[in-house]
């Protein structure tokens, strides 16, 4: 591991063998990797005597429902008393997927008053110093692929049996699209240890990829026959939807999950927008090929961050004006786009 000092992996070592209560928290609109890591390293750490919960601000999609880990989920949206106590009684406050507090919602001011150990475990850039203890790797393809390592590292492997291994499984699996991005030797020597637990990857693929409703494969259709807009001049596309078309296609968190990725099948597109509208904001999500910053782009026009490939950012502009907005960009970053190598 490239950032982390060994001294880091001792202290973590120490603190984890001290803990008994110990709270793991992904970010926001958990996605696989997020809910993945978090209960691969929670079961891992339930087997090794600890009582742990897994505290994910809000609810996360069903396609993610099936995981056999034995660790409780508290969605801090859905009961806010149990996932607030759990959160303060723990000793050891573990934050996975996310590389700023604000990235954990409303969770953010208790995390941020957390007054006892903080360990972040991520492969975000630019992390910011909010733990006690980080461990920040972005050359990893995913947070489970880094918390496999980290389990090594503070000599833990040992407690990882079937149930976090398909967990962890399930975190490289999303991240990286099924294996076909950011992947790296050290994704398959990880996935091949991973597969000695003896998971079930056929099962996994179809509970992940396969596992869709009627109204979101309508929805999906809709989008990209409907609402997706093509910029052949400047390798560019962005689909949109409003909170009332979601309502049309009972919209469930999820349903949108991956649609960001379509307009890059294109032939030629390099950079592809998504925006869904919310009720307070209108979410972004951007997704690049070769060397176009998705992440740049969040962060200089749309309040966010993220991977190079893969970003997302928010807009308090009403909707139209948000697509306006990334439209009459596009001639700013033309030269950028057109000279992206893929
Ligand atoms: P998605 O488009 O799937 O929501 O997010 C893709 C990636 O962009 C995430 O893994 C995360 O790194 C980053 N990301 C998404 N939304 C935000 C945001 O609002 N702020 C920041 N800093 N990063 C984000
Ligand atoms: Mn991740």
């Given at each position: 591991m490239k950032n982390t000092e060994i001294q880091t992996f001792s202290s973590i070592k120490n603190i984890l063998k001290a803990a008994s209560k110990i709270s793991i928290v992904p970010h926001e609109n958990p996605d696989g990797d997020a809910i993945g890591s978090a209960l691969g390293l929670g079961q891992a750490l339930k087997n090794m005597g600890k009582e742990v919960a897994v505290i994910p601000v809000n609810d996360y999609p069903d396609f993610l429902k099936w995981f056999s880990a034995d660790v409780p989920v508290l969605v801090y949206e859905r009961d806010k008393k149990s996932a607030k106590s759990a959160l303060f009684e723990s000793d050891v406050l573990i934050c996975v997927?996310?590389?700023?507090?604000?990235?954990a919602g409303h969770l953010e001011k208790m995390i941020h008053s957390f007054g006892k150990t903080k360990i972040l475990i991520d492969h975000h850039p630019y992390p910011t110093d909010f733990c006690h203890h980080t461990v920040s790797e972005t050359q990893y393809s995913s947070t489970a692929e880094l918390v496999f390592d980290v389990l090594a590292k503070v000599e833990m492997t040992s407690f990882i049996d079937k149930r976090a291994a398909e967990a962890l499984y399930t975190g490289i699996l999303t991240d990286t699209g099924g294996f076909s991005h950011n992947t790296s030797k050290n994704t398959f020597r990880v996935v091949s240890e991973l597969l000695e637990y003896d998971i079930e990857t056929d099962k996994i693929q179809s509970s992940v990829f396969?596992?869709?409703?009627p109204d979101r494969m309508k929805l999906l259709g809709y989008s990209l026959n409907d609402k997706m807009v093509v910029f052949p001049e400047y390798r560019a596309a962005y689909i949109s939807l409003t909170k009332d078309e979601l309502k049309q296609f009972n919209f469930k968190p999820g349903d949108t999950e991956g649609f960001v990725n379509y307009p890059l099948s294109i032939n030629n597109i390099v950079f592809s927008a998504l925006f869904i509208e919310k009720d307070e904001y209108v979410k972004a999500s951007f997704r690049s090929k070769g060397n176009f910053p998705a992440n740049a782009f969040s962060r200089d026009n749309f309040n966010g961050g993220g991977h190079l490939n893969a970003a997302g950012g928010e807009s308090f502009l009403n909707f139209e004006e948000t697509i306006k907005k990334f439209t009459q960009l596009l001639p700013q970053y033309k030269h950028q786009l057109l000279d992206t190598i893929i």
């Open positions: 997927d996310f590389n700023e507090e604000k990235r396969h596992n869709f409703s």
